[in-house]
């Protein structure tokens, strides 16, 4: 990838910045950043923003940019410039001469290794596994109808025959057990369904029934265990940048079956495609309270209080009417029905 340095330098003031809410740095930020192995952008930010999901403003990068944005590397200089009055985080390498200082050059080679944005370990399990079935995939017509020496479960290596895959279209199959539905709490209607992954396989021969292999086994596997075709496994360089539109979703799980979550839970959000959310947004976490209250005569009366903002999460998946987003910011614990707005 080549990386145009000059192109931040001259972009203007991103997209989904606010004049209303200037960048705020932390008490004494550094001057500069030497980049190292496992730095990421959102950490980087972090020492000198108060807000480290704005780091695309501070790096002063444009909508198209944040879509496709010039990445750093390690052993990278990040240097704070305040001459404008407004505080933007240039690139710099060192150069040749006396005093070695760093000043900003425009990269023109390859370069080997990206800085992830987020760890890219704390959602890759997330990215690579069926989370979410639409309603009409609830019901794959492949599936599961015999196994090896009549098995009753396989397992990794092991093969199996699953009916409806009558070409070689599709090689690569994720394998899934029919999960829970998702209701929205708004409307009570089931939205989408989590699926149990169980595991990936491989075809080895078309037909009706077609025989497959199961290349990884999270659990058992066995008859009438439904397949999906798996997308390409791939870790998107994910840019945080706030939704252009008002956004008004709830929590409605905690990825894992748990009842609380925190810091790096995957939280599924009712809100997806269809209402404007998309990869790289944040959102504010809010807790919905009401006071209730018993005067003099027994009689209880219910106040809705204002709405506590304690957390942030970071959406990374998003589908037609369900989004996944991991909590990376909270000061106390996540629970479903929790709101998700504009941050």
Known sequence: MVRIISALIL???AACASAAEPLKLVDNPP???IVVKGDTLWGI?????????????????????????????????????MSSGSPRLKMAKRVGGQDGKAQPTVYS?????VIPSIP???????????????????DSPVKIVATEEDRIMVGSADSFYASGIPDTSVEKWHIFRKGKGL?????????????????NASLVKPGEPANLRVTLAKEEIGLGDRLLPAPPAEIISYVPHR???????????????????GPSSVVALNRGKNDGLEIGHVVAMHRNRVSASVDSEGRRTLTQVPAERYG???????????????VVQSSKSVIVGDSATNP
Not at 109 to 113: E, G, I, K, N, Y
Not at 243 to 261: F, L, M, R, T
Not at 312 to 326: D, T
């Open 243 to 261: 939704p252009d539109q008002e956004v008004s979703a709830k929590v409605v799980s905690i990825y894992g079956g748990v009842n609380e979550g």
């Open 11 to 13: 972009a203007v003031t």
């Open 109 to 113: 080679t390859p370069v080997q290794q």
């Open 45 to 81: 930010s972090g020492k000198f923003l108060q807000q480290p999901w704005r780091w695309p403003e501070i790096w002063q990068m444009n909508k198209e940019q944040i879509k496709n944005p010039h990445w750093i590397y390690p052993g990278d200089i990040i240097l704070l410039d």
């Open 183 to 199: 209701k929205d709490p708004d409307t009570g209607e089931i939205i989408a369904y989590e699926a149990f992954f169980l595991g």
């Open 31 to 33: 001057d500069r950043h």
């Open 120 to 138: 890219p370990s704390a959602i890759e399990p997330f990215i690579s596994q069926p989370l979410i079935v639409e309603a009409a995939e609830q």
């Open 312 to 326: 942030l999460a970071f959406v990374f998946r998003v589908f037609n009417r369900v989004a996944y987003a991991l």
